[in-house]
């Protein structure tokens, strides 16, 4: 019971501190009323696409953002998390709990293996290992010719016992539940002697180290607990698109996943998400934009959002949440003033 | 497995090696004195090779072709880092990343609006190609010769010039110590542009000669980027020398793997197994390789600093 209590209390303070977050979570729990009066389906599914790219992000921001670890191959762990569902279902294997568990599995003993080789070297030897691991498990399935190889395998969406998953919005919300539990365990984390230290580690590896404790240690495991969830964001994301291919764990992804949290903000709580919701809405609107001006070459977005991350990189520092932190802090100080 | 079938990707692995080992020459030299992780070098191979594809259409020649790329991506190079890279250097390695991987995305999208996203074929002048005989009754392509010769003469080029001339000397102190150098009156802005565009030229020339062999088309070069940061790693960050060997030994590696990994596993496997598992094995044996590497070496064979 007073675990409990003190549980309630730390979320409490939590949620108090990381008010973007669950406002946007909430926001994410009302999205459907909103598509369903308005008569925009459509968007549901570009409120999943977030969703799912948003813990990705953050399960790479525990390391990138936190860890201060620029990991240049984590899509390679949202691609085994969905070709764990894949390659279980093509064995018969249907339960959905079964699958999550599975890619937890794989998805936490390659990061443990991985993370291990990895953590060994620092700086850009770092980036590169990181990305050797994640092309040599990109080449490892466009060589799976029973698997689909380079056309990858369709998939049906997973059963989870009473929730039936062709049923509409189910999927929709078993995704939201996966965001708001991640976002809670990773909340407890970072806020923990764990998340403390290392973020220490982060200003201070040799500091940490004086004080007589391993480094690397932490670093692995929060390694580890990124590539999970990773790899939860993955075997959703089998459900939501049916169908997985390589293309997923290319390495344009693991840099997809480092633009997200950049544009929204590393080392924050919400920002990943943050940054998902404005990478898709780019990723939507920017072919649109284009289309009105210069018809002909509406696929050509990427020609504008191309310069616009380079500008964010050189003029944006710390993302979309620095500048509402910014914002934030200026409503304060103007009402400490007024009262 | 024949000794013809053997010399044959012998050759293919050498000048698989020589035209990384160009793109990679630029590039550690990037890493290497200028602590830039710069992804977009595999542009510069694209910019290169569609230089040259359209001039050679334009005139009707490929040697004026090629000659006048040249001077298109030493260009290319001198204005990118004045425009974008300059401001960057100052920054931690995750904002470099970033920032050239969307100029990655620029340069794919500016060569799909200007040339289309289908592929580029360019025809050989006749003098280059046929074939020439490198053993009775060994036929092997004239351009591929000519590219290993080229590749091998750069290589030469580039280490005399690194190793015996005072600008390379300069250039491997900045390696060794950026300040220092700049201390001794040296000015490192005017060094770290002249070698990002000599970078950025043979990632070019690269280009020029993978066009004839393979198709030009919108990002080409990341595959090859991918593969020379995988050479700079085994060669050790900031050394030319390095470089060459990782470049040459991941060639090899690479071409002899996918030709006579499948087959060797044949001798210890059953059939199926090793048909099934030869070309996973085989593509991934480059990163294999360099996840070895970096296990037991952390800076590389060759690293140049000490």
Redesign the interface.
Same mark, same amino acid.
């Given at each position: 019971m007073a675990g409990f209590i003190t549980f309630l209390f730390l979320a409490r303070t939590g949620i108090r501190e990381n008010k973007v977050l669950w406002l946007l979570i909430a926001a994410f729990a009302l999205f459907p009323i909103f598509t369903h009066f308005a008569n925009l389906p459509f968007w549901n599914d570009v409120a999943m696409r977030i969703m799912l790219l948003g813990i990705a992000a953050m399960g790479l921001n525990l390391v990138l953002g936190y860890g201060g670890m620029v990991s240049f191959g984590h899509a390679a762990f949202v691609g085994i998390g969905a070709y764990c569902v894949g390659i279980s279902q093509f064995y018969g294997l249907t339960n959905g709990w079964l699958h999550i568990l599975f890619s937890l599995g794989v998805c936490g003993s390659l990061g443990l293996m991985i993370g291990y080789l990895a953590l060994r070297t620092s700086g850009i030897y770092f980036i590169m290992i990181t990305l050797a691991f994640a092309q040599m498990l990109f080449f490892f399935f466009v060589s799976l010719e029973q698997f689909g190889g380079d056309d990858g395998m369709s998939i049906d969406r997973a059963e989870f016992a009473v929730i039936d998953l062709y049923e509409p919005l189910r999927l929709y919300f078993l995704i939201w539940a996966a965001l708001a539990f991640i976002s809670l365990g990773l909340m407890f984390i970072i806020r923990s002697r764990f998340g403390v230290t290392l973020r220490a580690i982060k200003s201070n590896e040799s500091r940490i180290e004086a004080m007589g404790l391993e480094p690397l240690n932490f670093k692995i495991i929060s390694y580890v607990i990124s590539a999970v969830i990773c790899g939860i964001s993955g075997a959703l994301f089998a459900s939501w698109q049916e169908y997985v291919s390589p293309d997923i764990m290319h390495w344009t992804r693991s840099g997809e996943l480092m633009i997200i949290i950049i544009l929204g903000g590393l080392g924050t709580l919400a920002g990943p998400l943050l940054g998902a919701i404005v990478f898709l809405l780019l990723e939507e609107f920017l072919p649109l934009m284009l289309g009105e001006i210069a018809p002909t070459y509406a696929e050509n977005w990427m020609i504008l959002f191309g310069p616009l991350l380079i500008m964010v990189v050189l003029f944006g520092r710390g993302g979309l949440m620095g500048l509402t932190t910014q914002y934030l802090a200026r409503e304060k100080s103007h009402k400490t003033e007024e009262g | 497995m024949t000794l013809t079938l053997f010399l044959e990707q012998l050759f293919n692995g050498l000048q698989a090696g020589v035209t990384l080992f160009l793109v990679a020459a630029g590039l550690t030299l990037i $890493?290497g004195i200028m602590?830039f992780?710069f992804l977009a070098h595999g542009a510069q191979v694209m910019i290169g090779a569609y230089a040259a594809a359209a001039i050679t259409a334009a005139t009707g020649n490929f040697y004026i072709g090629v000659a006048l790329a040249i001077p298109v991506t030493f260009a290319s190079g001198y204005f990118l880092e004045y425009l974008?890279i300059r401001?960057?250097y100052q920054?931690d390695? =995750?904002?470099q990343? $970033?920032?050239t991987? *969307? $100029?990655?995305?620029?340069?794919?999208?500016?060569i799909?609006?200007g040339f289309g996203p289908a592929a580029l074929f360019s025809n050989l002048p006749p003098s280059l190609s046929g074939f020439v005989e490198i053993l009775p009754d060994t036929p092997y392509p004239t351009f591929r010769l000519v590219v290993i010769a080229i590749g091998l003469i750069c290589a030469l080029a580039i280490h005399i010039f690194v190793s015996r001339t005072r600008i390379g000397a300069v250039v491997r102190a900045g390696a060794n110590n950026p300040e220092m150098t700049a201390a001794l009156g040296i000015n490192i802005k005017i060094l770290f542009r002249l070698i990002f565009a000599t970078g950025a030229c043979l990632a070019g020339v690269a280009g020029m000669m993978l066009g004839p062999l393979t198709a030009v088309q919108p990002g080409m070069g990341e595959p090859l980027l991918?593969l020379s940061?995988?050479v700079?790693?085994i060669g050790g960050?900031g050394s030319v020398r390095g470089a060459f060997i990782a470049a040459i030994i991941v060639g090899l590696v690479d071409t002899l793997g996918r030709i006579f990994l499948p087959s060797l596993l044949r001798l210890f496997f059953e059939q199926a197994t090793a048909d *099934?598992a030869g @070309?996973?094995l085989a593509? =991934?044996l480059v990163?294999?390789l =360099?996840?070895v590497v $970096?296990?037991f070496r @952390?800076?590389g064979l060759f690293p140049a600093k000490v």
């Open positions: - | $890493l602590d992780v974008i401001h960057l920054r390695h =995750m904002d990343v $970033l920032a991987f *969307g $100029l990655i995305l620029f340069f794919n999208e500016a799909r609006i991918i940061l995988v700079i790693i960050i *099934g @070309p996973a593509s =991934m990163y294999i =360099m996840a $970096l296990i @952390p800076t």
